[in-house]
């Protein structure tokens, strides 16, 4: 497991994630919350969407300064998993899915 530094990212009182260096898995906290009902653990199909529906409604990232840094850090990581705190784990291009986040937090 290796810590990664990520003050503020996405709430103002965040300070790091997780990643498992062996299976690629970023434990990412609240970066992609989805909402509730019954999703399946694990999935394959995109969560950005979902995700931006949650952030829209309730838009709880702090927006600091580093933000697209930060997750420009993490997507140089190429995390194969995406270990979502709220919502289906995600599984494929995480790098992509990263970089795709903050295209839409700059916007």
């Given amino acids: 497991m290796k810590w990664i530094y990520t003050p503020h990212v996405p709430h103002g009182w965040d300070c790091g994630v997780l990643f498992d260096l062996s299976t690629k898995t970023?434990?990412?906290?609240?970066?992609?919350?989805?909402?509730?009902?019954?999703?399946?653990?694990?999935?394959?199909?995109?969560?950005l969407t979902a995700s931006e529906g949650m952030r829209g409604m309730m838009d709880y990232y702090a927006h600091g300064t580093n933000t697209s840094k930060i997750l420009d850090a993490l997507a140089a990581l190429a995390p194969s998993m995406l270990a979502c705190q709220h919502g289906s784990a995600y599984r494929g291009d995480g790098a992509a899915l990263l970089r795709e986040l903050a295209t839409r937090i700059e916007h």
Avoid: H, K, M, R
């Avoid at 992609?32 to 995109?46: I, K, L, R, Y």
């Fill in 26 to 47: 970023l434990l990412c906290g609240d970066l992609f919350t989805q909402p509730g009902g019954n999703p399946p653990a694990v999935t394959e199909s995109e969560i």
